[in-house]
């Protein structure tokens, strides 16, 4: 569809596929009316947008992504605002230097960093034992914990540290692209949940939508951008799956601050493990697991539909403020601490979390129209690394509704290119299996069992 400068789009979602788009229509724009819903005021505190850190990188084995990755870098380093929120610290990629996928992740990874760095190849440097994986993080200090130290063999082998990367604010930054969409004259937020989407009377052609708070906001076209929470506005039909992943944050002393303040954001592939280099006196953990579902039953969002689906949705700490990471997810961080940073192993969590994925098989976004729905654009399948793309993910979004969007992304965004089995294209690995059922192994407090 091209759009009219006398419509009204109501965008649902202030997440980074929300926002950018908001930004990108509001500049291009001028007089359209766009009404951005989100169930809370920006930064959401539950959101997958908003975190202490989210990682941004250019080197990626895709070139597609690659070349989009390396423009945002260098928009997010000109912004004023955005680049105080950056921290070029690097990223190390480590692994156990087994012979398996992990081994062909490290590989392809290190290629595409030297690629990306052929200028300063001095920025990719090779971390070709377990000493030196550790000392990338503890400096010339520190002894090295051995086999017989942690009563198995090690995990922490071999790697590469790449230091043209790093992390941002992302609650910060989120707060500030918020605050610059709400400066355009066309740009109305409301925060309120919207329950459900509304179509013509036994039609497939969107109408409106209604919001908790009773208000109905009539709209000629819907932008989904509401993340893992998207299953139950439109029926998804399996192409997104949403799955949590956990995160944990350790406060440091000032001494363990200095001591790590030159440590790269370290990733150990074959164990899921994610460590952020000290920020604000915390440290951050992630592991990308194979996460945790919440399967629910909601009535199916198709608009003819009178029957009833189960999706997983998100349960969060805004919706169960004391639900605590399971102790699986616990065991397995503080098995890796008690090797790459031990004196962290038995540190209490000051607080943890489950954040939510929308992950497509091919972890290709998915920006398409809804096969199934007029008017009605989908803007979301983040499948855990489009953080780093808000300052150009909105211009692509809404070049595909002018229909000017290079073909190669079309397809590789579209809805159809999500169907049937699809290769994982790497961007953001996670550990295989199947999510466990939140419900069953969730707890209401940690930090227990804090010996192993
Ligand atoms: C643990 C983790 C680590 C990650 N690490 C990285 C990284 O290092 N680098 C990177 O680039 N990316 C990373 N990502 C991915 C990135 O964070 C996500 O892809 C991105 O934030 C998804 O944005 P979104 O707009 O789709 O979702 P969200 O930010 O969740 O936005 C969706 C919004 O919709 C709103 N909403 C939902 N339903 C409704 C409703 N019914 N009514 C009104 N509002 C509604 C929600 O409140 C929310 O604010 C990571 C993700 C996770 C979970």
């Known amino acids: 569809m091209t759009l009219e400068l006398t419509d009204k789009v109501v965008v649902i979602g202030a997440g980074i596929f929300g926002i950018s788009t908001t930004l990108a229509l509001a500049k291009r724009y001028p007089e359209l009316k766009i009404q951005v819903v989100d169930r809370f005021e920006p930064p959401v505190p ?7 850190t989210r990682c941004i990188r250019v080197d990626y084995t895709n070139e597609i992504y690659s070349e989009l990755a390396s423009e945002s870098l260098a928009k997010i380093k000109k912004d004023p605002v955005i680049s105080q929120f950056f921290h070029e610290t690097g990223m190390s990629y480590t692994y156990d230097g ?5 081994e062909d992740f490290y590989l392809a990874g290190k290629e595409s960093a030297e690629k ?10 090779s971390l070709d034992s377990t000493e030196e994986v550790f000392k990338s993080i503890h400096g010339k200090e ?20 790449n230091f043209s990367n790093g992390f941002i604010d992302a609650e910060l930054a989120m707060k500030a692209y918020y605050e610059r969409a709400n400066s355009y004259p066309n ?3 409301t925060f309120s949940e919207v329950e459900k989407l509304n179509y013509y009377p036994t039609t497939n052609k969107f109408k409106s939508v209604s919001l908790k708070n009773g208000e109905e906001i009539a709209a000629d076209l819907a932008i989904i951008a509401a993340g893992a929470w998207s299953g139950k506005l439109v029926n998804l039909q399996n192409i997104c799956k949403m799955s949590a992943v956990e995160v944990g944050w350790l406060k440091l002393t000032p001494e363990e601050q200095e001591n790590w303040k030159d440590m790269s954001i370290t990733t150990n592939l074959s164990t899921g493990i994610n460590l952020f280099p000290p920020y604000n006196g915390e440290m951050k953990v992630l592991r990308r697991s194979p996460g945790y579902k919440n399967t629910v039953t909601v009535a199916n969002p198709d608009p003819k539909a009178n029957d009833s689906i189960e999706i997983s949705y998100p349960r969060t700490k805004v919706t169960n403020p004391s639900d605590w990471i399971p102790k699986d997810a616990e065991i397995a961080i503080r098995e890796n601490l008690k090797e790459i940073l ?3 192993y038995q540190r209490p969590f000051d607080r943890t979390r489950l954040c939510w994925l929308t992950q497509t098989p091919s972890a290709n976004f998915l920006i398409d129209h809804h096969p199934h729905s007029e008017n009605i654009l989908l803007a979301t399948g983040g499948s855990a690394h489009a953080w780093k793309f808000v300052p150009v993910i909105g211009d692509k979004i809404v070049d595909f509704l002018e229909g000017t969007l290079e073909q190669r992304l079309v397809e590789l965004w579209s809805w159809r290119e999500k169907l049937g089995d699809k290769a994982d294209n790497g961007s953001a690995p996670r550990m295989v ?4 059922e939140i419900s069953q192994v969730i707890r209401t407090s940690g930090n227990e069992n804090l010996c192993i």
């Open 342 to 344: 031990p004196s962290l």
């Open 433 to 436: 299996g199947e999510p466990q």
């Open 116 to 125: 990306a760095n052929q200028a300063h190849p001095e920025k990719v440097v």
């Open 98 to 102: 087994k012979h398996d996928r992990w």
């Open 46 to 52: 539950d959101g997958s947008s908003v975190d202490t």
């Open 142 to 161: 520190g002894a090295v914990p051995s086999a017989i130290d942690i009563g198995r063999k090690t995990w922490w082998n071999k790697g590469y540290r």
């Open 187 to 189: 740009v109305t937020f």
